[in-house]
């Protein structure tokens, strides 16, 4: 029974993998830039003989480093905006110019003071990932509900703990919501952030097979990533769920 | 080896070789030199092959040196590397070496040819347009031209071949940018009516067929130094032993790539490197039909001035400078004497 | 509102001094980094190929400016930008509040969006391209696509986390379901669906740009991209504080607009304290 309700969740996936093969195999778009989704597999099982794993699990190591740093960080750096009005003034302005810089403007700079090794990649993955975590934390913190404040304090709780035992709970939802389009980021990130410069990882060989004319090896990458983030952010889903259970 | 013959032959040069390093450069260490060679594509580049290579063939490999290759793509990002010591060699175009010099000021050198096209007898990068539309290059008129990237030599090729009809870029043809990877469909699809098409997709193509040649790189520029290794000038010049060994063993490994006999290693190494089927490669992979690489490394210098001055007359480059001032051959020349005697 | 009843501004001498602070603070910050930056190449600690001077990449910006060639090329990228988010948003919300509503949209999307989410959804950029173009189209809607996602999602959080005694409270009222979600659902999650677009905009400038540099065709990603391609450093870093600016724009102009729509909120209302 479990079985059959899995199986009917994921059937949306299924007939997307069925209309993209009918869209291939049709010549709706050319097989060079969409190649069928069976030739998409057929070079997956090839792949993960040839170290997609190997490949896939550096690319993760950096992504996970980055995000993490980036959860930690953009979760306090937004509470503490929306707390102290100085810290708002002081870093609000330099979010806002570095948000929406594309990641590759930004070689330039991480080549003079990074390098080109895996820190130069978990930056630009720590940065694209900011912008979701402060921004929902920030607004959520911002707009928790007066009252609750106000009673915490009427009942002579310290400015600390009204911080982290009322807003950080109350705001709790918005900031999940935020974190899980920083995961999802996270590993487009990872990707983008190999296609420039790397010697390894997904988007690296994402590249060397798109460029050597491989489309149904670089959609296996994509594949293959995006099934990874598919059940990370299913995994998530689940953890709010737990996490946010005692609200209902 | 008697231990007299190491005592004197080995041991008392070496370390007398050693002490002078030290006493001259503080920075002289026993630690072999780390070559760090940027690189975009392979196997236009052969330099991800290098640390695949059999035993044997690179031999100082470890002792004097080690090479780390280095995947960027794009020669400002390569350029911003070896400016800020990230990388030791580029594997770059001429346009990359005239504005790494005459804009970015760095002090660069020519060491080594990495691949040129258009070389008698050799492949050189070919033009299709789609099959009975189009049977001559007058067909053109008014059509979308696809380049890799505008200010590349495939753009200049584009601008020289219809420079000979008097057409001019905007106003009897138009240019877009298209990856090399989405040429062969974006021409398929009408999205453009001329394309360039590399090595294999030009074979794909063909196979495939509805595709009709038009020209390629030689017709419209002659032989064309296309990819060179470079390096900062500094850089070079201290590491000139490990470089020269370097050399050495790269030499061997050409001889390696195109020796009938190692066919079958060479191709399994390419397979494993760019992780695609060897068979892909086996029908054009280091053979005539692909791009010429030297067998000594050694740039061709009157080539690769009348290529700069094509590109400066065709205005894809702003300066021009006088190669020869910028290519030190000296070192692939030394190697190669070692390695030939 | 929170910053209000948080710690103000601790060891501050008196009001003045405050004052100056609100006004002259978020500058701070920005002008200390742009003053490191010209002295670190004025010092030529780094050379000027890495890191020209500020001052050379403002006469540069000054000089774009003047020729009109950077006027042309940042209302290219807004266009394309802003014309992208639109549809987005317009998609993104009307998805987000059907999965919310329907049981049966809600199966189909779920797993879609789980996957489509974190798919590097630029390596689809031949499809647009074959199927749309090379100009125009398939640049604004690869970037549409790109950012639909995240507010689909953010929409549908933000009609999850509404209260429910809200709604049952609206139903016991005797409201009908289109009532309820006009005056009910929507103004409850309009502060974090304004939070998902607040997140989509950037993202929406971002990919503009990157397919601006992969494809051409003007605009700021693609000046920046041949900047670099002709080692020509100014112009790069010209980029780089242009797209900063106008990111900054873009953002600014987010927040005001948020603030209008959420008069009513908590987060807007007066400070109670001077």
């Not at chain 2, 790539?257 to 029908?283: F, H």
């Not at chain 3, 991209?225 to 873009?250: K, N, T």
Request: aromatic content about 8%; charged content about 20%; proline content about 4%.
């Amino acid at each position: 029974m479990r079985l059959v309700h899995t199986l009917w969740r994921f059937t949306p996936l299924l007939l997307l993998a069925v209309v993209w093969e009918a869209v291939s195999r049709l010549g709706l778009v050319s097989e060079f830039a969409l190649p069928p989704f069976s030739d998409v597999v057929t070079a997956f099982s090839r792949l993960a003989d040839e170290g997609l794993w190997e490949h896939t699990a550096q690319s993760l190591y950096r992504g996970a480093t980055g995000f993490a740093c980036a959860v930690i960080v953009g979760v306090l750096a937004g509470v503490l905006m929306a707390w102290y009005r100085p810290v708002h003034i002081l870093v609000n302005p330099l979010l806002r110019c570095l948000y929406p810089m594309p990641k590759s403007a930004l070689i330039p700079l991480t080549i003079m003071w990074i390098g080109l090794g895996d820190n130069s990649k978990i930056t630009l993955i720590f940065i694209g990932c900011l912008l979701p975590v402060v921004l929902s934390a920030f607004n959520a913190a911002r707009g928790v509900d007066q009252v609750l404040i106000w009673s915490a304090r009427s009942m002579g709780a310290r400015e600390r703990e009204v911080l982290w035992e009322v807003v950080v709970p109350a705001a709790m939802p918005e900031i999940l919501s935020g974190i899980r389009i920083s995961l999802a980021l996270a590993f487009i990130l990872l990707v983008s952030g190999e296609l420039i410069i790397a010697n390894n990882g997904i988007g690296y060989l994402i590249d060397i097979l798109g460029e050597g004319g491989d489309y149904a090896g670089m959609f296996a990458g994509v594949v293959t990533i995006s099934t990874i983030g598919f059940f990370a952010d299913q995994g998530y889903v689940a953890l709010t769920r737990r996490i946010l259970a005692w609200r209902e | 080896m008697t231990n007299r013959y190491f005592l004197t032959r080995k041991l008392i040069p070496g370390l007398a070789a050693a002490a002078a390093a030290v006493t001259v450069s503080l920075s002289a260490s026993a630690e072999p030199v780390k070559i760090r060679i940027q690189w975009s594509v392979a196997p236009a580049h052969i330099t991800p092959l290098i640390t695949q290579a059999p035993k044997g063939i690179y031999k100082n490999y470890g002792k004097s040196y080690v090479v780390e290759p280095v995947r960027m793509r794009g020669s400002g990002p390569a350029l911003q590397g070896i400016a800020a010591g990230e990388i030791d060699l580029g594997g770059m175009s001429i346009q990359a070496l005239v504005r790494g010099v005459k804009r970015a000021k760095l002090d660069l050198k020519v060491i080594a040819q990495v691949m040129s096209g258009g070389v008698d007898g050799y492949g050189s990068s070919e033009f299709y347009a789609r099959d009975g539309e189009i049977t001559k290059l007058e067909d053109l008129k008014g059509k979308i031209i696809a380049v890799n990237a505008l200010g590349s030599s495939i753009d200049a090729a584009v601008q020289a071949q219809f420079g000979r009809l008097g057409w001019k870029v905007g106003r009897d043809y138009q240019v877009v940018e298209v990856r090399f990877s989405a040429m062969l469909p974006a021409l398929q699809s009408k999205r453009v009516d001329l394309a360039p098409l590399l090595t294999p997709f030009n074979l794909i193509a063909k196979k495939k067929g509805g595709v009709k040649y038009m020209f390629n790189m030689r017709d419209a520029l002659g032989a064309t130094e296309t990819l060179q290794w470079i390096g900062r000038a500094d850089w070079i010049q201290k590491n000139r032993a490990a470089l020269v060994d370097f050399m050495a063993d790269h030499i061997r490994f050409r001889t390696w790539l195109y020796d009938p006999k190692s066919r079958e290693e060479v191709l399994a190494t390419l397979s494993k490197v760019t992780k695609r089927p060897a068979k892909n490669y086996a029908s054009w992979v280091f053979t005539k039909t692909d791009n010429y690489r030297e067998p000594n490394a050694l740039v061709n210098v009157a080539r690769m001035q009348k290529n700069v001055d094509d590109l400066v007359r065709l205005g894809v480059l702003k300066e021009s400078i006088a190669v020869k001032n910028y290519i030190d051959l000296s070192i692939a020349q030394e190697a190669a004497a070692r390695v030939n005697k | 509102m929170a910053r209000t009843l948080g710690n103000d501004t601790p060891g501050t001498a008196g009001h003045s001094a405050r004052r100056a602070f609100e006004t002259f603070g978020p500058y701070l910050t920005i002008s200390l980094l742009l003053i490191a930056w010209e002295l670190a190449s004025r010092l030529e600690l780094v050379i000027a190929f890495l890191l020209p001077p500020l001052s050379v990449v403002i006469v540069r910006i000054a000089t774009d400016f003047a020729s009109g060639q950077l006027p042309m090329d940042i209302a290219i990228t807004l266009y394309r930008t802003l014309v992208a988010f639109a549809l987005a948003a317009i998609v993104g919300v009307s998805i987000g509040i059907l999965i919310s509503r329907n049981a049966t949209v809600r199966w189909f999307f779920d797993p879609l969006i789980s996957i489509g989410l974190p798919m590097p959804k630029i390596a689809l950029l031949p499809v647009f391209m074959l199927w749309f173009g090379l100009f125009d189209l398939s640049k604004i809607l690869m970037v549409a696509f790109s950012a639909s996602f995240q507010i689909i999602i953010a929409t549908w959080a933000a009609t999850q986390s509404i209260e429910k005694e809200l709604i049952w409270s609206a139903q016991s009222l005797g409201a009908s379901r289109r009532e309820i979600l006009r005056e009910v659902i929507l103004p409850a999650a309009m502060p974090q669906i304004l939070t998902g677009l607040q997140i989509a905009l950037p993202i929406c400038l971002i990919v503009v740009l990157i397919t601006e540099m992969i494809m051409g065709g003007q605009g700021l990603g693609d000046s920046m991209l041949r900047s670099a391609r002709y080692v020509d450093s100014p112009g790069v870093f010209a980029g780089i504080v242009e797209i900063g600016i106008v990111g900054f724009c873009v953002i600014r102009a987010m927040e005001v607009i948020r603030r209008r729509l959420l008069v009513w909120h908590q987060e807007t209302r007066e400070e109670t304290t001077v």
